[in-house]
T-cell receptor, first 112, second 114 residues
């Protein structure tokens, strides 16, 4: 079975600074995918970034990058140059057996 | 719009009643997923369809929950004899295929059982 652990219930960051949201995972599958989703107060889950377990390079998507450390089973999300609109819940998820298993999330607040 | 749509956006019902929640996936997506998100938690898997058949229903909490996708497009999640503990946001997602990875989520249906 897969498991995601997000140990930061809440994080604060100043506008324009970078922030790292932690995620560790557990799986026995040799091949898997890791995802980060953003959930604003409106409730919709917005896909941010994906990392495949066999990808040699860390994934990047604009201001989002994924710090993938396979040996440590961690997949931290780095948001650079934070904006006020980044304030939201952030969920890490692992794809196993075609279904996503999510962590409990981290609430990010960007201060002006 | 071209995204996943869900209706209704909100549903309030009384304990013991029957409810149906509808999901319309992105056109051409063969895989469809249902998740449930309780307050303060991440979404939890309920069931997924590849085409018309339920490929994995291991997340359905009990036999009061049932889902169908008769024509391989729209899906309906059905909850019988609702209980207060069923109150949650029910999220639907779709992907091109089950193994293609990225799942696109709808806005969810907030179910409140009084």
């Amino acid at each position: 079975a897969q498991k995601i652990t997000q140990t930061q219930p809440g994080m604060f960051v100043q506008e324009k600074e970078a922030v790292t949201l932690d995620c560790t995972y557990d799986t026995s599958d040799p091949s898997y995918g890791l995802f980060w989703y953003k959930q604003p107060s409106s409730g919709e889950m917005i896909f941010l970034i994906y990392q495949g377990s066999y990808d040699q390079q860390n994934a990047t998507e604009g201001r989002y990058s994924l710090n993938f450390q396979k040996a440590r089973k961690s997949a931290n999300l780095v948001i650079s140059a934070s904006q006020l609109g980044d304030s939201a819940m952030y969920f890490c998820a692992i794809l196993g057996s075609e279904k996503l298993v999510f962590g409990k999330g981290t609430k990010l607040t960007v201060n002006p | 719009g071209a995204g996943v749509s869900q209706t209704p956006s909100n549903k309030v019902t009384e304990k013991g009643k029957y409810v149906e929640l509808r999901c319309d996936p992105i056109s051409g997506h063969t895989a469809l997923y249902w998740y449930r998100q309780s307050l303060g938690q991440g979404p939890e898997f309920l069931i997924y369809f590849q085409g018309t058949g339920a490929a994995d229903d291991s997340g359905l909490p009990n036999d009061r929950f049932f889902a169908v996708r008769p024509e391989g497009s729209v899906s309906t999640l059905k909850i019988q004899r609702t209980e207060r503990g069923d109150s949650a946001v029910y999220l639907c997602a779709s992907s091109l295929m089950a193994s293609s990875g990225e799942q696109f989520f709808g806005p969810g249906t907030r179910l409140t059982v009084l």
